[in-house]
């Protein structure tokens, strides 16, 4: 009894979540909301941008908009044939000044060599789009002993944003884009929960949410401690748009809501809006959607949790250094 009961509040919830959100996550709420918004300021030229994650879905809709804005960019995926392909389609839409760097977002050791050649090439980076993510069914232990998801949706963005300050290619009047999701909105931040290893306790929803909200902790916390830097961080989340991602994750949602999915520029507006406008943002945890500060918590249970950014930033540093010195 007590099983079904739980079951059926599981039900419930999910049910709730989908009717609160759907008409604002789908293309219908981005179409509805578009209408009352001004052409962005789209004038990048003389910038420089990095976008993880840029050789598909939203990813490559922000290289797309960032090049037609007159930035340069740095694309770094995982799949070389993908990046040949899409610096073949940039070529051939007359979109000039992409370059690519191939890595692994899901390996430590990957991660500190991209950082590494970055910062042989000295070049500063006004925009770093941290945009990698997966939400994987199946657990993947990678080589280094960690989740990979945990590693490619949370961790690889702390150590490459770090490591691009600590190398002062992150500069003052740099600005810093992290893409989380509305997954989040039914975990709260728990550290024991972003890296979990074990077969029997790992489900790939509850992993990606744990490490979607994380993220909205991270950024707050970045905004702090970086303040003085003159560096601006935003976390923002695309609603629901129809990717490569979705399609493998998500099968069945994807299925059912298909017609009514986002387009990946639809998705990645916010992000484009955030760096064109660098609106000022309280203190506080929070998240952009549709161009608008939203909530960070929906649900009172996510807030209760004794951790925040800073305890979170030390379980990340903690995890570095520990995989570097094995
Ligand atoms: N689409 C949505 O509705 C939605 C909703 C909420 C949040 N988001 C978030 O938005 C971001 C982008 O999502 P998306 O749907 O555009 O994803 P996607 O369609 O799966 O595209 C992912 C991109 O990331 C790359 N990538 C994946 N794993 C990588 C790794 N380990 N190392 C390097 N590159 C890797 C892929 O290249 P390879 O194929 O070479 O690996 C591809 O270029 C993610 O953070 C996701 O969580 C998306």
């Not at 003389?46 to 007159?70: E, F, I, K, M």
């Not at 993908?82 to 430590?108: P, Q, S, V």
């Not at 990979?148 to 150590?159: I, R, T, W």
């Not at 960070?296 to 995989?323: I, K, N, W």
Request: with cysteine; charged share 20%.
């Amino acid at each position: 009894m007590k099983k079904q009961l739980a079951k059926f509040r599981q039900i419930a919830a999910v049910l709730h979540f989908y009717l609160r959100f759907l008409p604002s996550f789908t293309q219908l709420g981005f179409v509805a909301r578009r209408f009352f918004w001004s052409v962005p300021k789209t004038d990048f030229r003389g910038q420089h941008w990095l976008v993880t994650g840029g050789s598909g879905g939203l990813g490559r809709s922000v290289v797309c908009a960032a090049l037609r804005g007159g930035a340069t960019v740095t694309v770094a995926a995982r799949s070389a044939e993908k990046l040949h392909a899409l610096i073949a389609e940039l070529a051939a839409a007359g979109l000039e000044g992409a370059d690519t760097e191939r890595c692994d977002f899901t390996l430590i050791a990957e991660t500190e060599a991209l950082i590494a050649r970055l910062a042989a090439q000295g070049r500063a980076i006004d925009v770093l789009v941290n945009n990698v993510g997966v939400l994987n069914d199946e657990l993947l232990v990678t080589r280094e002993g960690l989740e990979a998801s945990f590693v490619s949706n949370l961790l690889s963005h702390y150590q490459l944003t770090e490591g691009l300050i600590d190398r002062g290619l992150l500069q003052s009047g740099s600005v810093v884009v992290n893409v989380t999701s509305g997954g989040a909105y039914h975990f709260p931040l728990s550290a024991a929960m972003l890296n979990v290893t074990d077969p029997a306790r790992y489900r790939g929803v509850a992993a990606y949410g744990f490490h979607k909200r994380a993220q909205m902790a991270l950024n707050r916390y970045w905004n702090e401690i970086h303040h003085d830097r003159g560096i601006m961080f935003y976390v923002m989340h695309p609603g629901w748009a129809d990717t490569a991602g979705v399609q493998r994750s998500l099968p069945r949602f994807r299925r059912v809501l298909k017609s009514i999915l986002r387009d990946a520029d639809s998705g990645a507006d916010t992000i484009i809006w955030l760096v064109a406008h660098r609106p000022a943002q309280p203190a506080e945890e929070l998240v952009w959607f549709d161009r608008k500060i939203r909530p960070a918590h929906v649900y009172a249970h996510t807030r209760h949790t004794t951790e925040d950014g800073r305890s979170l930033a030390s379980v990340l540093q903690t995890t570095l250094s520990d995989r570097r010195h094995s």
